[in-house]
């Protein structure tokens, strides 16, 4: 489940005031693991009828919150711990002004005290995307252009295709201009820790095409790196598999799901902004559906989604480990040295 790290206050006023976070009241008790700042004892004495929390455990069915004491205190000490959970959000005893500065830092979502937002995991944008379409205007074009709405924190981003650097335009590969675009228009302006990609694809995914070579890939991965780091004044970690890939085309921040019909090398590579083939873009924040009749949220579909990423990038681990790089087994970029990947959000799975 959703795990929510929260100071026991801010906890009972969102449960007691509903009507003024109905969007996080519903995350609570329809999607998730309450953590708080309370030991063992605190939460017994809670347990009786007509505290909040225990008409929380009446509206979940009994599902009760965890205590989570030593964690939460560690962030007043280093906030950085929050990236140890960087798919969770965290509601402390901060002034918005201190929050909101903790976020932007460490792009993971924190909330004070005060002026709760209630819409932090509620949003969708879709675009149907017409061929020979142009994505431009005076500042922006393409990517850029397309994404035109406010992002939710993060500091991880995953991004898997199977033909995504399948095919050229006049030399040029057009999965890779696209994906230079694509992670501009996502990465947050400032932050004080690297932020880590994780980028998933098949250098093979045609039989009957010539398998793209280890200097082929070698090549690519060291030019997206060097292109992906000047974007951006912090540090940026790239790491690439290329194997069989999951079908779905699929693009997942910490808390958005985006996907395409057609794969996310939707503009030409020679202008960057002309569209290429109809397609269509979607970008959901991971409640933006919170009722439960209203199908899954897209924060268990990201997880699904994860799991199986994350199978993937282990079974290539070990095939490299035992018997080195080859086609549809190949691990590059900023990975440990015994080639597990480093992303967060993979490893949060």
Same mark, same amino acid.
């Given at each position: 489940?959703?795990?929510?790290?929260?100071?026991?206050?801010?906890?009972?006023?969102?449960?007691?005031?509903?009507?003024?976070?109905?969007? !996080?009241?519903?995350? +609570?008790?329809?999607?998730?693991?309450?953590?708080?700042?309370?030991?063992?004892?605190?939460?017994?004495?809670?347990?009786?009828? /007509?505290?909040?929390?225990?008409?929380?455990? =009446?509206?979940?069915?009994?599902? %009760?919150?965890?205590?989570?004491?030593? +964690?939460?205190?560690?962030? $007043?000490?280093?906030?950085?711990?929050?990236?140890?959970?960087?798919?969770?959000?965290?509601?402390?005893? $901060? %002034?918005?002004?201190?929050?909101?500065?903790?976020?932007?830092?460490? /792009?993971?979502?924190?909330?004070?005290?005060?002026?709760?937002?209630?819409?932090?995991?509620?949003?969708?944008?879709?675009?149907?995307?017409?061929?020979?379409?142009?994505?431009?205007?005076?500042?922006?074009?393409? !990517?850029?252009? @397309?994404?035109?709405?406010?992002?939710?924190?993060?500091?991880?981003?995953?991004?898997?295709?199977? $033909? @995504?650097? %399948?095919? #050229?335009?006049?030399?040029?590969?057009?999965?890779?201009?696209? =994906?230079?675009?694509?992670? #501009?228009?996502? @990465?947050?302006?400032?932050?004080?820790?690297?932020?880590?990609?994780?980028?998933?694809?098949?250098?093979?995914?045609?039989?009957?095409?010539?398998?793209?070579?280890?200097? !082929?890939?070698?090549?690519?991965?060291?030019?997206?790196?060097?292109?992906?780091?000047?974007?951006?004044? $912090?540090?940026?970690?790239?790491?690439?598999?290329?194997?069989?890939?999951?079908?779905?085309?699929?693009?997942?921040?910490?808390?958005?799901?985006?996907?395409?019909?057609?794969?996310?090398?939707?503009?030409?590579?020679?202008?960057?902004?002309?569209?290429?083939?109809?397609?269509?873009?979607?970008?959901?924040?991971?409640?933006?559906?919170?009722?439960?009749?209203?199908?899954?949220? #897209?924060?268990?579909?990201?997880?699904?989604?994860?799991?199986?990423?994350?199978?993937?990038?282990?079974?290539?681990?070990? +095939?490299?480990?035992?018997?080195?790089?080859?086609?549809?087994?190949?691990?590059?970029?900023?990975?440990?040295? #015994?080639?597990?990947?480093?992303?967060?959000?993979?490893?949060?799975?």
């Amino acid at each position: 489940m959703f795990k929510v790290y929260s100071e026991k206050e801010i906890f009972e006023n969102i449960v007691v005031f509903n009507n003024e976070s109905p969007n !996080w009241y519903k995350i +609570f008790c329809n999607h998730s693991e309450i953590h708080l700042n309370m030991t063992d004892a605190e939460l017994d004495s809670e347990l009786i009828q /007509g505290t909040p929390i225990f008409e929380y455990i =009446l509206a979940t069915g009994g599902r %009760s919150p965890v205590t989570e004491k030593a +964690f939460i205190d560690s962030i $007043y000490i280093d906030n950085s711990v929050v990236i140890q959970k960087p798919r969770s959000v965290f509601f402390l005893n $901060y %002034s918005k002004v201190i929050a909101d500065s903790i976020q932007d830092s460490f /792009g993971v979502i924190v909330q004070g005290n005060k002026e709760i937002d209630d819409t932090s995991l509620k949003g969708s944008f879709f675009k149907d995307i017409v061929k020979d379409a142009v994505f431009e205007n005076q500042t922006t074009r393409g !990517w850029s252009n @397309l994404i035109n709405f406010t992002l939710p924190p993060s500091n991880s981003m995953v991004i898997t295709d199977e $033909y @995504l650097f %399948s095919n #050229d335009e006049n030399g040029i590969n057009f999965g890779q201009t696209n =994906l230079i675009q694509l992670i #501009d228009a996502f @990465l947050p302006y400032n932050m004080i820790i690297p932020f880590h990609i994780l980028i998933v694809s098949n250098d093979q995914p045609d039989p009957r095409k010539t398998a793209k070579s280890d200097a !082929w890939c070698i090549r690519i991965t060291r030019e997206l790196k060097t292109e992906i780091e000047v974007l951006r004044n $912090y540090p940026i970690l790239v790491e690439i598999v290329f194997t069989k890939t999951i079908h779905k085309r699929k693009l997942i921040l910490n808390y958005i799901n985006a996907t395409t019909d057609k794969g996310f090398a939707i503009f030409k590579a020679d202008d960057g902004k002309t569209v290429r083939d109809d397609n269509d873009f979607r970008c959901d924040r991971i409640f933006n559906r919170v009722d439960p009749s209203e199908g899954d949220t #897209d924060y268990l579909v990201t997880k699904a989604v994860l799991i199986k990423l994350k199978r993937k990038c282990a079974s290539v681990k070990q +095939f490299v480990g035992n018997a080195g790089q080859s086609t549809q087994n190949r691990i590059l970029g900023d990975c440990n040295p #015994d080639f597990t990947v480093k992303n967060r959000l993979i490893n949060d799975v």
